[in-house]
């Protein structure tokens, strides 16, 4: 996020020293962000230096054209990716109606999951200099599993186009990608991460609305076939205007350094994006078909996800700008709290207003929590450990995203009611939160509950 001071989720590829902002080097000394030990001080004093020796462009037309590609990057990826809900209610109406809802929702969960898992690997990469091979190469194998999916006919076929190979090209691009913008901005970090925010929430607003359209016009084959080349134009976009600018780091240590896991807060805040990620996605996978089966109208219950997509615009750009000001854990807090509540109302939701009411804050509140969700990861220690801290948490944080959904299909599956999935989902979300909140107090040490973390 997602992000992180604002907009969505910058991966592992930061650990060149270009992120943090001299103001939360600042708060390192004041708040204990990490445990302290001689190698984490003599890191930071490294940090600080390197900091101040950093000049960066902050603006000027090829920073914004980096931009630009990496928005046109999130669009075709994470965007794409968030309008599984259409797939699945029309697998689940259509092409594979013989499978349970469980199963059809491993599809989805896995391109949620490949979408953050291969940060560990790829942010690495990105740190020691590689970056126009890596998103070229996953660039055409996404284009290629978009074609080839338009002709799977069996539950496997789907799995391995759209699952794996549509995920897997989706999490290199994603967390290649967007790790250069802040190689050109510091000063107006915040304001280019939120520009390039807008990517996933235009992508996740618009191929919903063109799937559902082309579908009723076309068939499933070439409804996927000019998906396909929607997609190739934001990826050619993006591949001609993405560059580094910084030098790369040659030898950046170990892809898993399972160290960092020996601080508390980091490791208890990895594990609430684990739980979080359990439910966080439920409502936005069943929001098309729960409307469908209470009655609402097919054309309102298919455009609920771009709905919630194009809510969750405002969420991830007013997120960024409160993590900016309050800190990123204070400022996920509060809006993931309201996404669990959704969560818990949405199956109650019976009438088309209540549904777009449900749908529009849960869209708001999710845009945040998938926005802000790495922006404390970055605190937590060291510039240079970046890459290495923030691959593990989000690689980590997949596994939830893989499960969640398949669990959530199940419980519906089993008990034949929306109630109960989203009492579950629901209740891994409050959990999260207690989690957070628990990390947000140890980060804080016994300064109390007041704090810029």
Not at 37 to 51: G, I, L, P, R
Not at 209 to 223: A, D, G, V
Not at 313 to 339: E, H, K, Q, V
Not at 435 to 444: A, Y
């Amino acid at each position: 996020m997602m992000s992180p001071t604002s907009g969505v989720y910058l991966p592992s590829a930061l650990s060149s020293g270009s992120f943090t902002h001299l103001s939360h080097i600042a708060d390192v000394e004041k708040v204990p962000f990490y445990d302290s030990s001689a190698c984490v001080k003599e890191e930071t004093a490294q940090v600080d230096s390197d900091a101040v020796n950093f000049e960066y462009p902050d603006g000027g037309l090829r920073a914004w054209l980096v931009v630009l590609g990496v928005a046109s990057g999130l669009c075709a990826t994470f965007g794409f990716v968030n309008a599984w809900g259409v797939f699945q209610a029309y697998y689940e109406q259509i092409t594979l109606r013989n499978k349970s809802p469980s199963d059809i929702a491993w599809i989805g969960s896995m391109q949620y999951a490949l979408v953050f898992m291969p940060g560990v690997v790829t942010g690495r990469l990105f740190d020691m200099g590689y970056l126009r091979a890596p998103v070229g190469c996953a660039s055409a194998l996404l284009i290629l599993c978009t074609f080839l999916t338009g002709e799977c006919k069996e539950f496997w076929q789907f799995l391995l186009c759209q699952g794996f190979g549509v995920g897997i090209a989706s999490g290199v691009i994603f967390n290649a990608a967007v790790g250069t913008v802040p190689h050109w901005f510091h000063k107006k970090l915040g304001l280019a991460l939120a520009a390039m925010a807008t990517g996933s929430s235009v992508g996740g607003t618009i191929f919903p609305i063109m799937l559902k359209n082309l579908i009723e016009r076309y068939s499933f084959q070439w409804t996927l076939r000019i998906t396909g080349f929607v997609v190739a134009a934001f990826l050619l976009i993006l591949n001609v205007t993405i560059a580094r600018r910084l030098p790369p780091k040659l030898h950046s240590g170990p892809f898993f350094k399972y160290s960092l896991l020996k601080s508390k807060p980091y490791t208890v805040y990895t594990i609430s994006l684990f739980v979080g990620f359990l439910g966080i996605y439920t409502c936005l996978t069943y929001l098309s078909l729960s409307g469908i089966l209470v009655g609402i109208d097919t054309d309102v219950a298919f455009y609920l996800v771009s709905i919630a997509n194009a809510c969750s615009l405002f969420g991830r750009l007013g997120g960024g700008i409160m993590a900016d000001r309050y800190g990123g854990i204070n400022a996920l807090i509060p809006p993931t709290i309201i996404a669990g509540i959704m969560t818990y109302v949405w199956p109650f939701a019976k009438t088309t207003a209540s549904m777009v009411v449900v749908t529009v804050i849960y869209g708001i509140s999710s845009g945040v929590f998938v926005a802000v969700m790495g922006t404390p990861v970055v605190q937590m220690g060291p510039v240079t450990e970046v890459g290495t801290r923030a691959g593990i948490t989000f690689s980590i944080m997949s596994l939830g995203a893989l499960a969640g959904p398949p669990i959530s299909g199940a419980i519906l599956n089993n008990t034949k009611s929306f109630e109960n999935v989203g009492y579950y989902a629901g209740s891994a979300i409050m959990a999260s939160v207690v989690l957070m909140f628990i990390s947000r107090q140890l980060l804080l040490g016994g300064k109390g509950f007041i704090g810029h973390v």
